[in-house]
Every structure is written in structure tokens, then in C-alpha cells.
């Protein structure tokens, strides 16, 4: 397989273009909603690498005049956010982003406490540009539906996403409320798992008109942030102020956590949590939500980033779904 295009001309520039990203990214949320829906992998290939980038580049300047109309109407807008339905999955991955092998309480969130929490959410902000309905496996919790045509419905809600790990085929109501909301549905495709509804789950979402992406193992892998296990050495700062998932708003029990790891380490009860490293949802109000918000977005870091590698340009990367037995020890 050739270098990809991207690795190749940023290699020498790795911090500066992971923190560049980062930083146009929350400039501008509304650049949240214009990366094409099939970007992934796509710089392996030259032409399509340049076919992806003028896509893009054709919608930047709508996005960005959307960016001033939000700041000359004060709106608290968020680039994207993260909904966890359930902590309970069909697989047992080591080196889970979610740590679900290891979570003491695997369960779905009961329907109503997160229609509610999505409400309030919502009331507090005028728009989100990028939600991912995530968890654990998604498609196992009962009442996906109703999650999903809520995001649709609110009217603040850009691109609606859900991950799925590709063994659970989902229903005639899930299916009729992914059509409806336009969302697009990850199917991750594991090269060491086997995966007996894959085909048939593809099929299903193509027969229904679904927007749907299959992420190939060929070319996908999974970032250790080894957050079990001790303190880590160097400045947690530093680690923070790289990582891709920061400030990628994860709403979970009722919480707004700025990264996933902040999140499930914390519902786990693995690691210490002090008031500011996230916001409660259920109690602050929506003239509050924005100071909250500015003081979550001006720390330097959590308490999970002592525990964190992080996930940036130098994090090391492991095979995806490797599943075992065993949970990691906790902290």
C-alpha cells in the first residue's frame, strides 16, 4: 500500500497540522457540516484526494458566512457532539475507545431520561452541526428510533451519524426513522471478527435508501490511548491541547463531557472527577449553559488526560476489534 498523500507531504509538520485542524475546526463550526460523506480512506488515491478537496473548498464559503451569522446572533453553537444510548455491545474489542469490556455497568439508557437530556441540551444551545449516536452498539438499544427522530425533528441538528459495529441487522421502525432523518449510518467492517449479518445489514440500508459508509479494515485502526492503568508522564496540558477527540461534546447519564474518555472513565468510576470537567446537563440552565461552556472550553485539561495518551499525530495505533476475555485492571 503507498504512503498515504496526506502523511507524506505533513510528516515533517505532524503537531502543527493536527493543531491546525483542531483550531479551524472550532474557528468555524459550521465546517463541521460540509466534509463529504464518503471522505474516509480517500487519501490513498490522488484524484480523489483532489476531487474531495475541491468538494469541500466549493462549500467553505457558505459555511463560514453561517459562522459570522451565529456570532452576530450570539448563538452557542457546538462542531459536533456525541450521544452514548448504551454502554452494552455485541463484541468484546480490547483497546476499546469506549471501554465497554470493561465498564462495570453495561446497560441502555432508559428512553425517556435521554429524550429529556437531548431536550435540554437543545434548549441551551442554537445549533449542534455534527451528532454521533454512538456507544457500546447502538442498535441494540430499543428505543434508537425514537433518538434518532428526536435529533431530526429539533430543527438544530446538521449531520445525524450512527456507528455501528456491523452484527445487529436493525428493524422496520429503526430503518423508517434513519430514512426519515437523512442520517448516515458507519458500518465498521473487521477483518478478525466475524461479522455473519454484514451483507445482509448493507443490503438492508441500501434497500431503504439509508446513507451508509462501510469503514474497511484494510485501511482502518484503532489509536491506543491506554487510559488504564497509572499516571502518565508528561504534561496533560500538552496532551489535550492535541487530541482530536477534544471537545468533542459526549453526552452521557446526563453530562456533557468535552472527549469520550473524560466520559466513560469517569460513569466507571475510574478516575477522579472534579467539578469543571464537565457540565450537568439536567441541572444548569440555559443562561448558565454559556458560561459553563466557556469555562469547560478554556481548561487546559481534565482529570482523564493524566490517565491519557490522547489521541493525536504520535499516538500509537493498534489492530482493530482484537477481541479477548479478560477486562483491563482498573486504575
Not at 29 to 56: A, E, W
Not at 279 to 306: D, F, H, M, Q, W
Request: aromatic letters at 8%.
Amino acid at each position: 500500500m503507498k504512503q498515504p498523500l496526506t502523511k507524506k507531504w505533513t510528516e515533517p509538520f505532524a503537531r502543527l497540522f493536527s493543531r491546525a485542524q483542531i483550531n479551524i475546526i472550532y474557528a468555524c463550526p459550521p465546517l463541521c457540516g460540509i466534509v463529504p460523506k464518503d471522505t474516509y480512506n480517500t487519501y490513498q488515491d490522488r484524484r480523489l484526494y483532489i476531487k474531495r478537496s475541491l468538494s469541500v473548498a466549493a462549500q467553505v464559503p457558505r459555511a463560514v458566512a453561517r459562522h459570522w451569522r451565529d456570532r452576530r446572533e450570539k448563538r452557542v453553537v457546538l462542531p459536533r457532539a456525541a450521544i452514548i444510548v448504551t454502554t452494552r455491545c455485541t463484541l468484546k474489542c480490547d483497546k476499546c475507545l469506549s471501554h465497554v469490556p470493561d465498564l462495570g455497568s453495561q446497560r441502555d439508557a432508559p428512553t425517556h431520561e435521554l429524550l429529556e437530556d437531548l431536550r435540554a441540551l437543545l434548549s441551551c444551545v442554537g445549533y449542534i452541526y455534527d451528532v454521533c449516536i454512538s456507544g457500546g452498539e447502538p442498535f441494540m438499544h430499543p428505543g434508537l428510533d425514537l433518538i434518532v427522530r428526536a435529533c431530526a425533528d429539533s430543527g438544530k441538528i446538521g449531520n445525524i451519524k450512527v456507528i455501528t459495529n456491523g452484527t445487529i441487522v436493525p428493524g422496520e421502525t429503526l430503518l423508517a426513522a434513519l430514512r426519515d432523518a437523512k442520517a448516515r449510518v458507519n458500518v465498521s467492517k473487521y477483518a478478525t471478527v466475524p461479522q455473519p449479518n454484514l451483507e445482509n445489514i448493507l443490503a438492508v440500508l441500501k434497500d431503504n435508501e439509508i446513507c451508509h459508509y462501510v469503514i474497511s479494515a484494510d485501511n482502518d485502526f484503532w489509536v491506543d490511548t491506554e487510559s488504564f492503568g497509572p499516571l502518565k508522564e508528561g504534561s496533560p496540558a500538552r496532551r489535550y491541547s492535541d487530541c482530536f477527540c477534544r471537545l468533542y461534546y459526549v453526552l452521557l447519564s446526563g453530562k456533557q463531557y468535552p472527549c469520550c474518555q473524560s466520559a466513560f472513565l469517569a460513569y466507571d468510576g475510574r478516575i477522579p472527577e472534579h467539578e469543571g470537567d464537565f457540565i450537568n446537563i439536567r441541572t444548569v440552565s440555559p443562561a448558565a449553559y454559556r458560561g459553563e461552556l466557556s469555562k469547560l472550553n478554556e481548561k487546559s485539561a481534565v482529570s482523564a488526560c493524566a490517565y491519557c495518551l490522547g489521541s493525536n499525530y504520535k499516538s500509537p495505533t493498534v489492530p482493530t476489534a482484537i477481541q479477548r476475555e479478560a477486562p483491563c485492571q482498573s486504575i
